[in-house]
Structure formats: C-alpha cells, structure tokens
C-alpha cells in the first residue's frame, strides 16, 4: 500500500482518524427524527429510521434528496435547495437529543489518547454539526481535528478529505482510518490508508465485500485490530 505523505512525525504515536455517523455514534434517531418533520411539513409520508438508515453518509444534500425521491418527488434545484435549508434548520435544534455514542467508544478513545495517538474526525457532517455533537456527547476533547466537507472544501469519498485531516491532526504516520460503509473503504482505499470497519453501522452493502483490512463489531475489538494492521504493515514494509 502506497505511504501517504503527511508530513513529518511530531511525536505522537500516529493518527487514528475515526467517521462519525455509524461510528462513533448512532445518529439515527434524530437524522430520521428531522427527516420526518419535514416530510411532515411537506404533506408527505414519514421516513422512519430503518429506511433512514441507509441512506445516511453522503451527506445533508444528499440524504434530503434520496428521502424525497424515496416519496416521489422528482428533484427540482431550487425547490431541493431550499428543502435541504430547512432540514438543515430542523436538525441544528436536535443534534444530540437521541444520539449517543456507541458502546466503549469513550473508554477506547481515551485509551487511545493516552496511549499517545493523535484523534480526529473525518464525517461527511458539517464541521459545526460534527463539533457540536462531539461535544454534546463529551468526546470533544479526544479530537486535535473534526473535519467535514465543509473544512477542506472536499468530502468523502474524496481522498482529501482523508489526506487533509490526516495532515491537520498533526499526528504523523501510521494512519489508520475507522469507519462504518462503503464511502469510508472506498475514501481510505482512494487514500492509501489501512481502514477497520464496524458492523453496527449504516453500510448498504455487506462490508466483507469491500475488503476493509479489519471488520470488527464493536469499539471493545478495536485495539486488537489496530495492534494486527500494524504488525502487518510493519512486516510488508
Ligand atoms: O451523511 C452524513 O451526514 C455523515 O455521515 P458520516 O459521519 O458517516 O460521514
Ligand atoms: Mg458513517
């Protein structure tokens, strides 16, 4: 696997750089809660959070406008603008009412930390949705970096988006990125970077399809994945 280039190493361990939605928390609930009042607003049938599951991960833009053509709306620029502005709205009031971190990802995090890695976030979420909720939930101060597609300019599956926040986190190499779908693989893959992928999350395809180095079914497992891409990585080079 082609090293990325991330500059030079600045004492840290190196760079874990983890997704959000999926991830480290189930947002669901209030995405699918926010979804439905504007369908609400909009006269039309509720999403629900099964069916807003998968379409989680690409983004505000595009989550709004699968869930309109999930209810037969044909996508018009200006109306779908303006339909992604008020979702916007609605969801800025309930960011982390419903959200909660996943099992063991505060423990893991700060094990992580105090083990010397350098944390961030690389969502496809706004940068202030991401801080905020990161914040919310009391894992802010875990992360030297919380990227959206907003901060760089780029969003998964964009490998900048990976490189940029790699390099902003300031952790040097290895890095391994930690994700739950096919845009996280695909974005890491794109970048050269080992990738761990959590089972729990929002993937619409099977994950061992997409061969992340390491699948794993919760944050308890992720030390131990972490620990076998190393050594791998430490043996091909
Ligand atoms: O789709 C989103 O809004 C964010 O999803 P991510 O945190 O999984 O990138
Ligand atoms: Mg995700």
Sequence with gaps: MAAMDIGTTTG???????????????????????????????????IGIPAARKLIGHGIPNLVRSAL??????????????????????????????????????RVLAMLAAEGWRLAVCTNKMERFARAIVDDLGLGRYFAVVAGPDTFGVGKPDPRHLTETARATGGGAPV??????????????????????????YSKVPLTSLEPDALIDGFDELPAALDAILVASWKAA
């Design 69 to 106: 053509t999930l209810r037969g709306v044909v996508w018009r620029d200006e109306q779908g603008a303006a339909d992604v502005k008020r979702f916007t709205e609605i969801y800025a009031t309930r960011l982390s009412r419903e959200t909660r971190p996943y099992p063991d990802v505060e």
């Design 176 to 201: 391994v990125f930690v994700g739950d779908s096919e845009v996280d693989i695909a974005t890491a893959k794109a970048a050269g970077v080992p990738v761990i992928a959590l089972s729990y999350g």
């Design 12 to 46: 840290a361990r190196g760079t874990i750089i983890f997704d959000l939605d999926g991830t480290l928390v189930d947002s669901v609930p209030d995405l699918a809660g926010a979804l439905d009042s504007l369908m609400a607003e909009k006269g039309l049938e509720a």
